[in-house]
């Protein structure tokens, strides 16, 4: 494997390496196997404390957060907006500088406003792990997404990876059109000319308006439709939106034999059926757990922790 700078952060797939990228993946899939052979405990971060702050409602991605931790032997700090002094009045850099003088060692963020992260590693000297940052980079997400790629269909290079959906608001979208880039897919963006964001094809993405341009892929990524966005004139309705774009079953009446995900949560019967995302061909379930296993790998490598061969 390619040397690479040693990882201090991780705040967008943009920002690392290829390198860096294959090292995440490389660790996660040992930590994988270990955890298929019950082995979950590897107790590499004893003594580290790490902070886990959520500006945003999460289930998935905070909860997996919380499994690394543990079987990595970390104590975290888990804060919530709701319950934290911003309903005070308290700024984000204040928060992050007293959960620092606690003597946090790495701090995981998910927030609102695109930057925030990349905003707190200019002010804290400990690594900063973005979760979600506004419309602007979910990198963790992406990671787990290229690992269950990888598990399922091997190399992804030169690989047909559709994203399907929302493209403009999605951070989830931006992370893994870097990611799949990097590793030599082919990634097509279908979706409704309101959902595509001017200038996404710079990232090395094609544009389709046409369903059937995603059936014929390796991987079919479904993206949430964000119902609050429809009341904003990007699409008709939810309905509408179903009949043109979202996958079900006579959408696969055809030869097609794209594997399905979907980074959750999934609006049923919007994005794609019940059929369709509890099927055999669906991925969605197999990437739950990956991202454990991805958390674990980021955690470690940024904070040093060396996993027992």
Known sequence: ??????????????????????????????????????????PVLHGKTIGLLFYEP????????????????????????????????????????????????????????????HYLS?????????????????PTQALLDIFTMQEHIGTLENKVIAIVGDIRHSRVARSNIHALTKLGAQVRLVAPPTFIPPGIEQLGAKVYQNIEEALSADIIMALRIQKERQLSGYIPSTGEYARLFGLNQSCFNTNSEGLIMHPGPINRGVELTSEIADSNRSLILKQIP????????????LLGGHQNE
């Open 122 to 138: 200019q002010k804290l000297d400990i690594p900063i792990v973005n979760a979600g940052d506004g419309m602007h980079a979910h």
């Open 1 to 42: 494997m390619e040397s690479s700078p040693p990882l201090t952060n991780l705040l967008s797939i943009h920002e690392l390496t290829r390198a860096q990228l294959l090292l995440i993946l490389a660790t996660a899939q040992k930590y994988k196997s270990l955890m298929a052979e019950s082995i979950r405990y590897q």
């Open 58 to 117: 999460s289930t998935r991605t905070r909860c997996s957060f919380e499994l690394a931790c543990r079987y990595l032997g970390a104590h975290y700090i888990s804060i919530a907006k709701a319950g934290s002094s911003f309903v005070k009045g308290e700024t984000l850099k204040d928060t992050v500088w007293n959960l620092r003088a606690m003597g946090v060692d790495l701090l995981v963020m998910r927030h609102p406003v695109s930057g925030a992260a």
């Open 290 to 301: 990956n991202g454990v296993a991805v958390r674990m790998a980021i955690l470690a490598t």
